[in-house]
């Protein structure tokens, strides 16, 4: 109706690069005895987007807890300008338990290795 992206797509966006950071990088199977639920997720909107379009989503590590992750995230448009930042916080569930589970040392690892104050270094 305004000519526009709705807001709530840039959240699925978000979602998107999480769960792509989580499979390639952190090793997460769907499968496994672990999974993950969002704890907080802000956005920042910065422009609109139009559809039809093309956008990227960087996500990286900002924060590295006991189970949790603070994640930073950009949503570029594809001219390269900046369409919204966020910030979330994902921790990682027990199936079985239904509760936070710690980190194993080997996802600690890979997480480690991620962790960036910004994305340029």
């Not at 000519?3 to 496994?32: K, P």
């Not at 979330?88 to 589970?101: G, I, L, N, W």
């Not at 980190?103 to 991620?114: G, I, K, W």
Request: aromatic share 8%.
């Amino acid at each position: 109706m305004n000519g526009h992206v709705n807001n709530a797509v840039f959240a699925a966006m978000a979602e998107s690069g999480r769960v792509n950071l989580f499979r390639t990088r952190l090793g997460d199977d769907e499968r496994g005895e672990t999974f993950w639920v969002i704890a907080k997720l802000t956005i920042e909107f910065k422009s609109e987007l139009y559809y039809p379009g093309r956008v990227r989503t960087g996500t990286w590590i900002r924060h590295l807890g006991r189970s949790s992750l603070g994640l930073a995230q950009i949503i570029e448009r594809d001219d390269g300008g900046v369409a919204a930042t966020a910030e979330a916080v994902c921790v990682q569930m027990s199936r079985a338990t239904r509760r936070p589970e710690p980190f194993s040392d080997a996802r600690r690892r890979l997480a480690n290795e991620l962790l960036r104050s910004d994305p340029s270094t």
